[in-house]
């Protein structure tokens, strides 16, 4: 009995030194009240410049069937590519065009729908599809036609580019 006693005892005081040290643990936390970063009012053409990456960064609308996807996807699939940027942009642009295969895996096959793709996406198939090498007229046939599905949508992304370089030069200009 009395070792129970003494096993009781010595468990309370493991107890209290732990309580203890926890009490002064949590007293000696840093409580340094968390501030914003202040807002820096952009100029007009700041924001201008600001609202064009937004934009162009965004998803832009590309008509595509379920088998224009599946051949985005499979021509992905055997794309080449050197370095680890290339092999992140390939990985990213079959994830999405995967993703859109799904969407449209229960749609009419021929049947072209509009998609929303981001800009990452279309300008990897692009580069790739400029890096693709076939063979015969029925792939070169294939790989022009698929081609032309982004090219609405590789015309906005490029005139958004000349807009963000036209909307730098002003800001450029402005700070003179």
């Known amino acids: 009995m009395q070792e129970t006693e003494n096993n ?4 309370e005081e493991v107890i209290n030194e732990t309580t203890e040290t926890t009490a002064e643990t949590t007293e000696t ?5 968390f501030t914003e970063e202040p807002k820096v009012e952009l100029t007009p053409e700041q ?20 088998e224009d996807a599946r051949y985005y996807r499979n021509l992905l699939d055997k794309s080449t590519y050197k370095g ?18 799904d969407g449209l895996k229960e749609q009419d096959k021929g049947q072209r729908y509009e ?13 790739f599809m400029n890096n693709y090498e076939g063979k015969g007229s029925e792939s070169a046939t294939k790989l022009f036609t698929s081609s032309m599905l982004l090219r609405p949508a590789m015309g906005l992304i490029n005139e958004l580019d000349a807009k ?6 002003k800001i450029v200009d402005a700070t003179k």
């Open 47 to 66: 924001q201008a410049y600001e609202d064009l990456k937004v934009e162009r960064m965004g998803k832009f609308t590309v008509a595509m069937s379920y």
């Open 164 to 169: 963000l370089e036209e909307a730098k030069s």
């Open 115 to 127: 998609v929303q793709l981001t800009s990452a996406c279309i300008e990897s198939v692009g580069f």
């Open 29 to 33: 936390v840093d409580e340094t009240p």
């Open 8 to 11: 009781v005892e010595s468990t």
């Open 84 to 101: 680890p940027q290339q092999a992140y942009l390939l990985i990213v642009a079959k994830s999405e065009m995967s993703a859109v295969c």
